[in-house]
């Protein structure tokens, strides 16, 4: 089993999760705690991460096609506990993270890694992709973050999805905004890298205050957040990467950010 966390050399401030378990990487307890644990060991200097499997030379892997049946069949309910608790402790540090993340849902994500895909920023799939959400079908009810869902696409998309268990293919998933881009396989990870490039070519400091006004908004609620995100925001005045974003608009050039 192998999670690993690498940091881009000429961007530092770009790090990239691969989540590389078994030939689907079916989730186990032990790999949901990797992944929690690798998560929380981005460093502070990381303003974006991508989340993904490994990519083959001859197509596009998914992230994770969900729970390992074999393995969970006979949990017990308090060991079913433990699991949920881990899944949704691995999928809530990737909402805590301060730097900005991107899902490569590849060919397919499902289930728990579904979820884990909703927690994040971006998502990426290819047009085929399978995505859902199909506990119902194997016993199960949707429970960790799949509340996500009705936030994302309100209560009748995710009613669709969570009681009925269907993949959706990520054309559909594009439309309903599920997905950031569906694309097909031959481009897909020309679009991932278009969209790390993107953002990464923003003021890392300035996209961890977003990130961290977003997750105030989500936390607190629009109001609340909106106002204990001024001080925040007012702090972005007078540095560097400010002035020299301005600076650079109204010189019609790129500009030179800090820990970039």
């Not at 003021?203 to 204990?228: A, D, F, W």
């Amino acid at each position: 089993m192998s999670v690993t966390l690498s940091q881009e050399t000429e961007r530092p401030h770009v790090a990239h999760l691969r989540i590389d378990a078994n030939e689907l990487n079916l989730l186990s307890l032990e790999l949901a705690d990797s992944v929690r644990e690798t998560v929380e060991s981005t460093p502070d200097d990381v303003s974006v991460l991508t989340i993904a499997a490994p990519q083959p030379d001859d197509g596009v892997r998914g992230l994770t096609a969900g729970l390992d049946l074999e393995w969970a069949h006979d949990l017990t309910p308090h060991e079913g506990q433990d699991l949920l608790y881990a899944f949704y402790d691995m999928i809530q540090a990737i909402r805590d993270l301060e730097a900005v993340t991107i899902c490569g849902c590849g060919d397919y994500t499902l289930g728990a890694g579904f979820e884990l895909a909703i927690a994040c920023e971006f998502r990426v799939a290819t047009d085929d992709a399978a995505l859902g959400l199909p506990e119902v079908n194997v016993g199960l009810p949707t429970v960790i973050h799949g509340g996500l869902l009705v936030r994302l696409v309100g209560e009748g998309i995710a009613n669709e999805l969570i009681y009925r268990g269907e993949p959706i293919d990520g054309a559909r998933a594009s439309e309903l905004g599920i997905v950031t881009d569906a694309v097909g396989a031959d481009e897909y990870a020309e679009t991932v890298d278009g969209l790390v490039d993107e953002l990464a070519a923003k003021s890392p400091h300035v996209m961890t205050l977003q990130k961290r006004v977003m997750k105030r908004l989500r936390s607190n609620g629009v109001e609340s957040g909106i106002y204990g995100s001024v001080a925040d925001i007012g702090r972005a005045f007078g540095s560097h990467d400010q002035r020299e974003a301005m600076a650079a608009f109204l010189e019609d050039r790129e500009p030179e950010f800090e820990g970039r």
